[in-house]
């Protein structure tokens, strides 16, 4: 018996590798690890050699996404004012309170990220919020 356990009482012997469990010592066994996944195997084309369904989601989406930024683009030309350098800008706040904005767009934060990601306007941050951000300009890159 181990030193300090309760008479009685059987004791872990080691880093708990062996325990009394229903009248016999057993061994603690290791853990069992999942078999590996099985490799992914290539999808088929689609019947008729068009796109895959996933395919035209993915252009219906682009073409969605392509189309708000060209509305965004009008309307930071509508509300924006040329600068010294000729670029056109807009205070956020100005494009966020707009009401033709506000119907137009229902994600303009989303849209502005999209436009930023391709180069189409600039601004400074990464998330533009209202009130906080009201004074940040946003720069149109491509006319």
Do not use: W
Request: proline letters at 7%; charged letters at 25%; a positive charge.
């Amino acid at each position: 018996m181990a030193e300090g356990a309760a008479p009685g009482r059987s004791a872990l012997v080691g880093a708990g590798a062996r325990a009394r469990r229903g009248g016999r010592v057993t061994a603690a066994r290791p853990l069992a690890l999942p078999p590996p996944p099985a490799p992914a195997l290539p999808r088929a084309a689609p019947a008729g050699g068009g796109p895959s369904r996933r395919e035209r989601r993915r252009q219906r989406t682009t073409m969605n996404v392509e189309h708000e930024i060209s509305l965004l683009v009008e309307e930071i030309r509508r509300l924006g004012t040329k600068n010294a350098d000729g670029q056109v800008s807009v205070k956020f706040g100005v494009l966020f309170a707009d009401e033709k904005c506000a119907n137009l767009f229902e994600a303009l934060v989303g849209t502005l990220k999209a436009a930023k990601r391709r180069k189409i306007v600039t601004y400074q941050g990464e998330l533009l919020l209202q009130g906080v951000h009201d004074n940040v300009d946003i720069m149109l890159l491509q006319d």
